[in-house]
């Protein structure tokens, strides 16, 4: 499974835009990228996932250059509800047997009023 | 949105007894999942379950630890023996049919909380 760096903790303020960047060097061709939001006391919850490029959905979007070993997590006007640890996650194609998920240390955003 | 339940939300046990954490999947998803959370920790798998059996573990996932699917909708984690250090923050996950567009989604539980005194 490729490892992935985050940035341990951001700071933030209400309606403000942010911006998680996780470096992947070593993805591999098949493994998509995934990002979960943790709040505290409370089980990861997936955001959104990407093969390439630019994707989006009501929550966030995803943006991943053409070399894919590093993808953006963009939170747009965040609010303190916002607040939590976000995961980027690293990961193949489903096997039979099924892939586990590896977390790492994630980011940590306050958002701040 | 579907959800993933698991009881109890506090579980408080004495050193060396047994406890049982208990998962309700969602009702038409195949794989099944550990993981645990020690306070100010990362999230760590345990293990993983298709097809009534273990698919994979961690070494966290030793002979202290047993998972079961007694029934159609119940999946289970039982700890012998608990230890201190066992205190965290459980997590059910499930997953649903590899051929959805989305890989990798789990959906979690939102976890027992194990302390062990």
């Known amino acids: 499974l490729a490892k992935t760096t985050q940035p341990i903790s951001m700071d933030s303020y209400e309606g403000q835009e942010v911006n998680i960047t996780c470096s992947h060097n070593n993805i591999a061709t098949n493994d998509y990228i995934t990002w979960y939001q943790q709040f505290p006391s409370q089980g990861p919850r997936f955001i959104i996932q990407g093969y390439k490029t630019k994707v989006t959905n009501e929550v966030a979007s995803l943006f991943i250059p053409a070399d894919r070993k590093s993808s953006t997590l963009s939170l747009p006007r965040v609010s303190l509800s916002d607040t939590a640890v976000y995961y980027c996650l690293v990961g193949g194609l489903i096997k039979a047997a099924g892939n586990k998920l590896t977390f790492g240390g994630g980011t940590r955003v306050l958002v701040k009023p | 949105e579907p959800e993933v339940t698991q009881t109890p939300s506090h579980q408080v046990t004495q050193m060396g007894q047994e406890v049982i954490l208990r998962c309700v999947p969602i009702s038409n998803h195949l794989y099944f999942y550990w993981y645990r959370q020690i306070l100010g920790q990362k999230v760590e798998f345990l293990v993983s379950f298709y097809n009534n059996e273990i698919s994979e573990k961690s070494e966290i996932f030793d002979d202290q630890f047993s998972v079961e699917r007694p029934d159609g909708s119940n999946f289970t984690l039982k700890i012998r023996s608990t230890k201190l250090e066992d205190s965290a923050m459980y997590f059910c996950?499930?997953?649903?049919?590899?051929?959805?567009?989305?890989?990798?989604?789990?959906?979690f539980g939102s976890g027992t909380q194990l302390s062990v005194l």
């Open positions: 996950a499930s997953r649903g049919d590899p051929s959805t567009n989305i890989r990798e989604k789990l959906f």
